[in-house]
């Protein structure tokens, strides 16, 4: 079994910045894409940020220039520093995993994280 934690959340103003982390633990062989994704009340969730396991990134438009993705393959964590956020950024934000472990390669998913950006 595989699981993803995530921390980092909680409430900012706006031009603020904050810095989420998503550990993986477990059966764990290899870790491939590592992700990102976003859910604001009422919507889809979306992809936010990825990073491949050699380092190539892609962003949402919305997050390009703001949001930064990273990683540390010998710690299982993806990082998202989020700065110059906007009140349009709030949302349950979820790390998302590409893992091979013992049995099965297959996408794992933490329990999420609420980022508020208010005044």
């Known amino acids: 079994q595989v699981q993803l934690v995530e921390s980092g959340g909680g409430l900012v103003q706006p031009g603020g910045s904050l810095r989420l982390s998503c550990a993986a633990s477990?059966?764990?062989?290899?870790?491939?894409?590592m992700g990102w994704f976003r859910q604001a009340p009422g919507k889809q969730r979306d992809l936010v940020a990825r990073?491949?396991?050699?380092?190539?990134?892609n962003y949402a438009d919305s997050v390009k220039g703001r949001f930064t993705i990273s990683r540390d393959n010998a710690k299982n964590t993806v990082y998202l520093q989020m700065n110059s956020l906007k009140p349009e950024d709030t949302a349950v934000y979820y790390c998302?995993?590409?893992?091979?472990?013992?049995?099965?390669?297959?996408?794992?998913w933490g329990q999420g994280t609420q980022v508020t950006v208010s005044s």
């Open positions: 998302n995993a590409d893992v091979l472990s013992v049995t099965v390669r297959r996408d794992y």
């Open positions: 990073i491949t396991s050699g380092g190539s990134t």
């Open positions: 477990g059966s764990i062989f290899s870790i491939y894409d």
